[in-house]
């Protein structure tokens, strides 16, 4: 045989056939240059459709670009491109998602799914800032280098699944994103509305060939409710109370599809929808991060004493519970309540299936000490502390047999390995184990696929806190009391500039400007059971201070020492930071 390549290499053979071949490859390779041609003309002529604002500086950041929806046109549109490129390279469909999360109604974003649904790699958040930066005329030329720079082969196919968010400028948005993968000859699936949860779990099942589920919403509502249902069959006597909730919607995509899900759970879960979207504003009063950060229950939701209530977020990869007392005090329990909830359970079946896989908790800086002292001290669990941002703890969380990861804001998910998905299957199907390890085995089987391991997934995260509380029997106040947070308080600072802080040690010591850490040090000195960090917020110039210790009024005190610091040191702007009381 003789054979080329698309570059025209020829390989020649004995039967003397290479000038023929020769030829062939020389025709193939001025053919594959045409095409890129006209590829390259169509790009040019489909982004003067999606022209750049001269002078736009956007950042790819962990939440992907997000700012106003009217300057998003034409990152939208180079993102269809760049998601095109990464499919070519990766030879697997890639996602897009449009949404801002928890944002106002009138932003927007755009964020990238890679092939096993995660988050795209850091190099490619790289080349999405450049795409989207490069000026009009450069556009071609900022294009070009990522394919030269990645060695992509243009004559690969590529597939693109999209999905965007309940925003009215979702709509033109995300027909933006399909222009874009249209004009590198891509082929595109268009979900329409759906959570950010369910794009990137479609993706994953695209790529695994159907091994992780079906990639349709209906395939997702039925692997998900049905595991629900098989699992909450070891909950005893339930009542009709037990099984009820309140859920906020946040006036957006995921009050849609609890709708859309509700008939698959076969009243095994009974929902009270409020911010279904047929009346608010998106995330307006309402919604997980309102909750979180207001310590408030979301307006429009009609809550009784003692009663299970949870809020989405914008996009539903969010999800906090709540509740009120007998005296109307209300009670939150955000992302670290949940990763105790889930990890003790999961321990307790580890242990009484006699499994040896080694499990942990990875939080950020945020998290409460009582949540952080509570897992090592009692329940003797690993933890691990990364940076702040979802990408950084699901990195972490891979790197254990099970990894139980959570924002205090509620993002979160749970990760088995290949390894013990086998050993928990393997005991599960053992006929001459002990009752009491295959019935432990049985539970952690069913459990895995209630979970959407791909990402925080606010629908998914409630089924598994629904079952958890019934098979253990546990009322919202019981889980409440697993331990006492302590008291916290986060502020802001204006600087000049809030690039002059640098941190370490997973954003808890602040190593400049120099004397700021000794300052914090001797702050946190004057207060029981205290701690604080300062880091700097990764889309304006302030810098986010936390403090937490035994009182209120403690740590109230001592994060308005800190900001003073922070303020003195690193270049504050406007005002002294004022006390609180």
């Not at 022209?51 to 106003?68: D, E, M, S």
């Amino acid at each position: 045989m003789t054979s080329c390549d698309v570059r025209g290499t020829v390989a020649t053979s004995s039967d003397g056939k290479a000038g023929r071949v020769s030829q062939y490859c020389t025709k193939l390779r001025i053919f594959t240059k045409l095409n890129r041609m006209a590829q390259f003309q169509e790009v040019t002529k489909q982004s003067d459709l999606h022209p750049k604002p001269a002078g736009l500086v956007l950042q790819y950041g962990t939440a992907g670009f997000r700012t106003n929806a009217n300057l998003l046109d034409h990152v939208m549109f180079r993102m269809g491109l760049l998601a095109t490129l990464r499919s070519k390279k990766t030879k697997a469909t890639i996602g897009v998602m449009v949404t801002a999360s928890h944002n106002p109604e009138e932003d927007n974003g755009v964020k990238l799914v890679d092939p096993m649904g995660e988050m795209v790699t850091p190099t490619w958040e790289v080349y999405a800032t450049q795409l989207a930066n490069a000026e009009q005329k450069d556009l071609l030329a900022s294009l070009k280098d990522i394919i030269e720079k990645e060695s992509i082969d243009m004559s690969r196919e590529a597939n693109v699944f999209v999905g965007k968010d309940t925003r009215s400028s979702s709509v033109s948005l995300s027909k933006a994103v399909l222009d874009g993968v249209s004009a590198l000859a891509g082929r595109s699936k268009d979900y329409g509305l759906v959570t950010t949860p369910q794009l990137h779990y479609m993706v994953r099942c695209q790529n695994t060939q159907g091994e992780y589920g079906e990639a349709s919403v209906e395939g997702y509502y039925k692997k998900l409710c049905d595991a629900f249902i098989q699992l909450t069959k070891n909950a005893s006597n339930c009542t009709d109370d037990q099984k009820h909730l309140s859920v906020d919607g946040a006036n957006g995509i995921g009050a849609l599809k609890v709708r859309e899900m509700e008939s698959h759970l076969k009243k095994e879960l009974h929902i009270s929808l409020f911010n279904d979207g047929s009346t608010g504003k998106l995330n307006h009063q309402c919604g997980a991060d309102f909750v979180k950060v207001q310590q408030k229950p979301p307006t429009d939701m009609r809550m009784n004493s003692g009663e299970r209530c949870c809020s989405f977020d914008g996009d539903a990869d969010r999800i906090v519970y709540y509740y009120t007392d007998s005296e109307g005090q209300f009670h939150l329990l955000d992302g670290d309540k949940v990763a105790t909830l889930i990890s003790t359970f999961l321990k307790e079946l580890l242990t009484q299936a006699g499994l040896d896989l080694k499990m942990a908790v990875v939080q950020t800086a945020y998290a409460n000490g009582s949540s952080t002292n509570y897992l090592e001290d009692t329940m003797k669990v690993i933890v691990r502390c990364t940076k702040t941002g979802v990408k950084h703890l699901h990195h972490a969380a891979l790197g254990f047999d099970i990894g139980v990861y959570f924002e205090a804001n509620g993002h979160g998910t749970v990760l088995f390995s290949k390894a013990a998905e086998e050993k928990i299957q393997r005991l599960a199907e053992d006929s001459s184990v002990t009752k009491e390890r295959k019935t432990a085995a049985l539970l952690l089987r069913s459990t895995i696929p209630v979970i959407n391991q791909t990402v925080g997934d606010a629908i998914s995260d409630m089924l598994l806190i629904e079952a958890i509380l019934a098979i253990r029997g546990m009322t919202i106040q019981q889980w409440d009391a697993i331990y006492s947070d302590l008291p916290n308080r986060q502020l802001k600072v204006k600087v000049a500039d809030r690039r002059v802080i640098d941190t370490a040690d997973a954003e808890r010591r602040a190593v400049s400007p120099k004397g700021l850490q000794e300052a914090i040090d001797s702050l946190v000195r004057k207060y029981r059971e205290a701690r604080s960090f300062v880091r700097p917020s990764g889309t304006e110039d302030v810098v986010r201070v936390y403090a937490e210790a035994e009182t209120q009024e403690s740590a109230d005190s001592l994060a308005h020492e800190v900001s003073l610091a922070v303020y003195r040191l690193a270049g504050g702007v406007g005002g002294e930071p004022e006390p609180l009381h």
